[in-house]
């Protein structure tokens, strides 16, 4: 089988039939990926992509996906922006937790990554008092990420955490809470700056 090709879809013969001037409309509107159906499909693929490989495991889950449809891990970022500009709201009443990939068996590359996600309800205690207290964990609903930090794995852990706070930061978010680390990722409590 041979690899499918974008013109193999496209009608040029209902093209072709259009005046001069109906012609090039339709042409432009396919030149521009930005305000057509093409584009949009295509970050619906990505951010499925992106969605599926963070149900198996958040942290990394960008750079998998952009591995998996043999992309760019900068174009799938830019199509997974889109699609997350599209498809998510930051209005979680639970909050958001930034996880931060920190083993090479979690990351796609050499190189950290930090992930927001929406924090959910995932069990109920009880206080000394008998009230029920609800423990906070992370979803696998993603807002931000993964994006690739300049900290490498295996670096100081005081380096990871910095350069996961500048990506944070660059990206409208900031820490709210301490971070937590666990066997490969590190957690902390974030919300929108």
Known sequence: MTKPNAEDF???DSI???GPA???KVLAQLADLKNNPFAAERARIVGQAVEEEA???KPGAQARAAKTLDMKPARLGQLYHEYKEKHMTYTNPDGYVAAVATASDVVAGEYTDVTV???EVIAM?????GNEI???GMSDRLVMGPIETTAKVGADMG???AAAEAILEANGWRRTGPWEVADNALYAAVERA
């Open 159 to 161: 380096d990871i955490e």
């Open 134 to 136: 609800p423990i906070l």
């Open 125 to 129: 205690d009880v206080d000394d008092d």
């Open 117 to 119: 996600a929406e924090r």
């Open 55 to 57: 149900r198996r495991h």
């Open 22 to 24: 109906e012609a090039l």
């Open 10 to 12: 496209i009608d040029w």
């Open 16 to 18: 072709r039939a259009l």
